[in-house]
T-cell receptor, first 116, second 109 residues
């Protein structure tokens, strides 16, 4: 399978704990996006990488959230001191090597987080 | 910023045609996407419009009018498996996409 993969698929944690999610994009894609989606809403943009550079970060993202893409391949999203409001589906998407505005984003299966 | 509106829910009959509308207000426009999302799954790409007009792909077609800030997704010969949420997304000049909240389509026999 050469699509976008995400791990873990599900995560249950207690409030106050830290969690880390991983995304492996399609191998030839250089752009990688993180989104958050709650029930009944569309995906909400969190952050975006081109290669290893983090180009944009949503103002909705608090300081508890951090993302990295150290080698321009896989990416990690960490949430520190989780809160119940962080419970959501976290989606990763990647797109190819053309101009960003010309590209289709392909989504991974998501990581569903539940904070108790 | 971007503001995207689409109906929350629609119902249609198997074999029929349904049109899902999307209106948007944007500070920069570089394309409109439609995605399909089944419950509990990730969005999957359906169509992309950047110029005005109709793009047809099998049973699905998508239309764009940039001057009106308007798009629609047309689904023909509806099948039960088409029951899903349909997301409209607008991309800005930097490549960032803003999604609507989706239209939940229920196809009935």
């Amino acid at each position: 399978d050469t699509g976008v993969s995400q791990n873990p698929r599900h995560k249950i944690t207690k409030r106050g704990q830290n969690v880390t999610f991983r995304c492996d994009p399609i191998s030839e894609h250089n752009r990688l996006y993180w989104y958050r989606q709650t029930l009944g809403q569309g995906p909400e943009f969190l952050t975006y990488f081109q290669n290893e550079a983090q180009l944009e970060k949503s103002r909705l993202l608090s300081d508890r959230f951090s993302a990295e893409r150290p080698k321009g391949s896989f990416s990690t999203l960490e949430i520190q001191r989780t809160e119940q409001g962080d419970s959501a589906m976290y989606l990763c998407a990647s797109s190819g090597r053309g101009q960003a505005y010309q590209e289709t984003q392909y989504f991974g299966p998501g990581t569903r987080l539940l904070v108790l | 910023g971007q503001n995207i509106d689409q109906p929350t829910e629609m119902t249609a009959t198997e074999g029929a045609i349904v049109q899902i509308n999307c209106t948007y207000q944007t500070s920069g426009f570089n394309g409109l996407f439609w995605y399909q999302q089944h419950a509990g799954e990730a969005p999957t790409f359906l169509s992309y419009n950047v110029l005005d007009g109709l793009e047809e792909k099998g049973r699905f077609s998508s239309f764009l009018s940039r001057s009106k800030g308007y798009s629609y997704l047309l689904l023909k010969e509806l099948q039960m498996k088409d029951s899903a949420s349909y997301l409209c997304a607008v991309r800005d000049n930097a490549g960032k996409s803003t999604f609507g909240d989706g239209t939940t389509l229920t196809v009935k026999p």
